[in-house]
């Protein structure tokens, strides 16, 4: 008997059968090896890659940087096993008020807004290009007594369109500033100047910005929604949905979910002004009815996961990554319009909430809790990249 063996030719594979494969692979890691299997492989998953970041669900769970308070470093926690990364990131000893896409953002002494990645910046690694740009600085509000103003909590929260090297033609930079109450935007490559779109009204200004469809989405502190289009020469702002009744301690976030909903969680927070001390008690989520322009309250997520912070909010499948707790939201110790600085304390409002449960889950054995706890800065989540 005999038997005919033939080497199969893996670089011939149709690409339809490959894109289904990458499809499939949920960890960095297994992308990267898939990438570097032979050459036309690689081409694939670059393909593929710039496809799926351009999908606002598509993307693993995101790691939280912890500040070290030793120079510029900073180390990766991963939630999923409870891990710190062997590698340390090089970024700025800095507050960022925004990540998106991967990208830290930032605001240095000259009011300039900066992005960087801080996956490209490995300690002891060469550092990528384009790891880091610089933005025009922002305008200052002449009636503001900017002396009282420090320049890195100048902007609330900020977001992009797009990652601004795979996609830089569609990045857009949008910034929420303090004390007032504007949104001013960017477009890479395109503009010089930021332009501004005046946000004041009775409260507080906005929350958080979202891109999603082409549009930015703007939620107010009340639950009032804004639904702002970007065009070459000018702007159009929409009402998206009508405002809810609450309180000034309240926090907005607003999630895209993996099931294609609009969710906006509100944050309760409560100040211990003895102790100085803020304290998060409950989160309660809404959905968004596009076509009657208002929030529905949930009581679940769905099988999916939360992340809050300074960071533009992300979901993510639970039962895809193991370690993620279903239905629950991770939140960190983020920036407040009611105070400017850690109590003495640091940033202690971080933890894991149960949303069927309405309980907060012990985090205290983990591995990240006492150095959160130690830095003199804010963690942040920010998604993995990486160069293929």
Known sequence: MFFLFVLADWSELPNQILESVLERLDLLADYVRFSVVCRSWNFIAK???????????????????????????????????????????????????GSSKGWLIFVENDFTVTLINPFFRVRGRVEKENSIIHLPPLRLIKEIDMSRVRHERYVYKATISADPVLNANECIVVVITQP????????????????????????????????????????????RLLSLEITRFSFNRKLAARSLRRDHTIKSY??????????????????????????????????LNFDECKWTKKNSLGGETLF????????????????????????????????????????????????????FLSIDSTKASMLVKMSLQPSIWILPTFQL
Not at 318 to 330: A, D
Request: with cysteine.
């Open 254 to 287: 607003l999630v895209y979910s993996n099931k294609k909903e609009l969710l906006m969680v509100e944050r309760h927070i409560s100040f211990d002004r003895k102790n100085d001390m803020r304290t998060t008690s409950k989160f309660i989520i809404y959905k």
């Open 47 to 97: 393909d593929n890659r710039k496809k799926r970041v351009k999908m606002p669900c598509c993307h693993p769970p995101p790691m939280l940087l912890i500040n070290t308070d030793i120079g510029d470093i900073w180390k990766v926690y991963n939630v999923t096993d409870d891990k710190l990364l062997d590698l340390q990131v090089r970024v700025p000893n800095t507050r960022f008020c």
């Open 308 to 359: 809050l912070g300074d960071n533009s909010s992300f979901s993510v499948i639970s039962s895809s990554f193991p370690g993620c707790l279903r239905n629950c939201i991770y939140f960190t110790h983020d920036y407040d319009w009611f105070r400017s600085k850690f109590g003495p304390r640091g940033p202690n409002d971080f933890g894991v909430y149960d949303v069927e449960d309405e309980s």
């Open 180 to 223: 007032g109450y504007q949104l001013a935007f960017i477009r890479l490559g395109k503009d010089r100047a930021w332009s501004y779109i005046d946000g004041r009204a009775r409260g507080r200004g906005f929350d958080e910005v979202i891109f999603l469809g082409g549009k930015f989405y703007g939620v107010r502190n009340n639950g």
